[in-house]
C-alpha cells in the first residue's frame, strides 16, 4: 500500500515537471535544426515531431510531447 501511494504522489508531481521541460526542449531542437546536416526525408520528420510536441504541449499532453521531442532530438543528435 505504501508503494502504490509512493507511485501515486510521483505521477502527480511528473506531470507539471514534464510541462516545463517541453519548451526547452523545443527551443533545442530549433537552436539545432540551423546547423543540423540532415537528408529532406530527416529533415521533414524532424520538424513534425517538433510540430507535434509543440502541439501535444498545448493540448496537456506532456508525456506525448516529451516523447515526440526525443525522437526528434535523437534524429539531430542532441
Given at each position: 500500500m505504501k508503494t502504490l501511494i509512493t507511485a501515486g504522489f510521483f505521477?502527480?508531481?511528473?506531470?507539471?515537471?514534464?510541462a516545463f521541460q517541453c519548451p526547452s526542449d523545443i527551443a533545442a531542437i530549433d537552436a539545432a535544426l540551423e546547423t543540423a546536416s540532415l537528408s529532406e526525408e530527416q529533415l521533414a520528420?524532424?520538424?513534425e515531431l517538433r510540430m507535434t510536441g509543440e502541439t501535444e504541449h498545448a493540448a496537456g499532453n506532456h508525456q506525448a510531447s516529451v516523447d515526440a521531442l526525443a525522437e526528434a532530438k535523437a534524429l539531430l543528435g542532441i
Open positions: 505521477a502527480i508531481l511528473a506531470g507539471p515537471a514534464l520528420r524532424v520538424n
